[in-house]
């Protein structure tokens, strides 16, 4: 009786070593950190702080992040990238000066010339935040958006991926198809094949050559 408790206990515990071990193996073939130097320390509550510089790369499952520095917070799976910020992810690339993302929840928040660039549109602004999970752009601070038939500037423009929409607010101004158009509130729909314009709208047609 005694050789076959034993025998259960060793088999327990391969089988928990086999676990964890699958489990660290999985967890850093989604989330790999490199760069020139990379710098480790803790924080007062005692997490992990690493520090990287030069050529930061960072690959998180299918997301592939790029900058000059980044600090990562281990345990609250946050990381800050700064200067020459490049991510690639999906069908789309976004760049700017600082870019913050929140693993945990799929957010992201990145400021300085900021542009993305997708197969659907092209924006540009000054901020510009991302709700990956939600599929919501926020852009303000200069934004501008060049999307199907359209292109324009606004105070802010929110981008609804699902719904494939957009919604530009405050100081609407910009061309559809050679014609000049400006209105307080402008909403594309479908693609950029469809445009409701509300709010003092005013379109000024071109004439045709």
């Known amino acids: 009786m005694k050789i076959k408790i034993r025998s259960n206990y060793k088999t327990a515990l391969i089988l928990s070593l086999i676990f964890i071990i699958s489990f660290s193996l999985t967890t850093f073939a989604q989330q790999n950190?490199?760069?020139?130097?990379?710098?480790?320390?803790?924080?007062?509550?005692?997490?992990?702080i690493i520090e990287a510089t030069g050529n930061v790369k960072m690959l998180y499952n299918e997301?592939?992040?790029?900058?000059?520095?980044?600090?990562?917070?281990?345990?609250?799976?946050?990381?800050n990238f700064e200067n020459n910020v490049k991510m690639v992810m999906e069908n789309r690339t976004?760049?700017?000066?600082?870019?913050?993302?929140?693993?945990?929840?799929?957010?992201?928040?990145?400021?300085?010339?900021?542009?993305?660039?997708?197969?659907?549109?092209?924006?540009?602004?000054?901020?510009?935040?991302?709700?990956r999970d939600e599929g919501i752009m926020n852009l303000s601070e200069e934004a501008y958006i060049d999307y199907g038939t359209i292109s324009a500037n606004a105070n802010q423009i929110r981008v609804i991926e699902k719904a494939n929409r957009a919604v530009l607010r405050g100081n609407v101004s910009g061309q559809q198809n050679g014609?000049?158009?400006?209105?307080?509130?402008?909403?594309?729909?479908?693609?950029?094949?469809?445009?409701?314009?509300?709010?003092?709208?005013?379109?000024?047609f071109n004439p045709e050559e």
């Open 33 to 48: 950190l490199t760069a020139d130097k990379l710098t480790f320390e803790k924080n007062e509550e005692g997490s992990n």
């Open 63 to 79: 997301i592939e992040i790029t900058g000059d520095f980044a600090r990562f917070e281990q345990a609250n799976q946050v990381i």
């Open 94 to 131: 976004l760049s700017g000066d600082q870019l913050t993302f929140r693993m945990e929840d799929n957010y992201l928040e990145i400021q300085g010339n900021v542009r993305l660039e997708s197969e659907e549109f092209t924006a540009e602004s000054n901020k510009m935040t991302y709700d």
């Open 179 to 204: 014609n000049n158009f400006q209105a307080d509130r402008i909403e594309i729909l479908d693609k950029g094949n469809k445009i409701e314009m509300t709010g003092s709208a005013q379109l000024i």
